[in-house]
């Protein structure tokens, strides 16, 4: 049930980032955007995990040396990869830049936390 809830919040905070200019969500119906946005969503999940902890052990020097400011960027990298990936899955949904995928994977990360923490506080 977690982690259906965590797609769930992945996926709202990732139709939010397409209200910004260069990230766009294809598909002629409801139905489609939201398969769209769960694939996506399990998409990111599964990017961020597998290749987050990477690049943070890879550039370990250069999140000391930026007192972490380094991470914006790693994260833009990941979400402009999953517009990639969802590209390669015939997925309408698409990045078209390094600055719309760090302001999205910004607005990402901000939804995300405050729907967790929403979620928390509810489920206690």
Known sequence: MALLVHI???AVAVWITTA????????QDLGTQI???A????????VNA??????????CLLYVLTLGLFGL???ALLFWL???VAGRLDLPFHVSGFWPAFWG???VTIVSSTLHAIVRRVRD
Request: net charge positive; glycine share 12%.
């Open 105 to 107: 994977a910004i607005i």
């Open 8 to 10: 769930l919040i992945t």
């Open 35 to 37: 398969i769209t946005l």
């Open 50 to 59: 597998v290749l987050k902890p990477i690049a943070k052990t890879l550039g």
């Open 39 to 46: 694939v996506v969503a399990v998409v990111f999940g599964v």
């Open 73 to 75: 960027v790693v994260n």
């Open 82 to 84: 999953t517009s990639w």
């Open 20 to 27: 910004l200019p260069g990230v766009t969500l294809g598909g």
